[in-house]
């Protein structure tokens, strides 16, 4: 028997300022996307911005559903878009901000596990990783330079 250690690091800027002006610009695109949440049911809105390596933004937010689990996560909505439109693109980044209508949401918000395993095909899919920077609607921003980082022990084609 033995044990093993996972460790994981990640980068925490204070707030939005302290990052580079591409990435702001980004987390703005995300912003842009969460006013098109649809999330009547959590009152709860994500956005979700994409960097492509052809320099195409894609953009998408949590739509909910009266049948709750048919909505979908605002990471998912957008990486799926991306996949679709542009198959052959290299994935870069993804800028997430997210936070509640009823009460202020200053903690940085992670992607769901299952946003990140979605998120985890493609980086399989494209062999390179892909950049993720998760916030709440103000404050600290995470960063992770690879979604390998929030998903350690990941299922991926290598079993199949
Ligand atoms: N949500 C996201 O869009 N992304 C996540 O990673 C976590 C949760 C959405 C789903 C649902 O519409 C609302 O937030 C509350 O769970």
Do not use: W
Request: hydrophobic letters at 40%; glycine letters at 4%.
């Amino acid at each position: 028997m033995k044990e093993i250690k996972i460790e994981s690091t990640l980068t925490v800027f204070e707030n939005l300022e302290e990052l580079p002006t591409d990435i702001v610009a980004l987390m703005d695109q995300a912003a842009v996307a969460r006013r098109n949440s649809y999330s009547p049911y959590s009152n709860f809105s994500v956005g979700a911005a994409i960097l492509l390596d052809n320099n195409e933004i894609v953009l998408g937010s949590n739509q909910e559903n009266a049948s709750y689990p048919s909505g979908l996560c605002a990471e998912r909505t957008a990486i799926y878009y991306a996949g679709s439109q542009y198959p052959d693109a290299r994935i870069l980044k993804m800028a997430i901000i997210a936070g509640s209508r009823i009460h202020q949401t200053i903690t940085p918000i992670p992607p769901c596990g299952a946003c990140r395993q979605a998120i985890a095909e493609y980086e399989v899919k494209q062999d390179s990783p892909i950049e993720i920077y998760f916030m709440g609607e103000a404050g600290k921003v995470v960063k992770s330079h690879s979604l390998a980082n929030l998903l350690p022990l990941v299922f991926d084609k290598s079993v199949l």
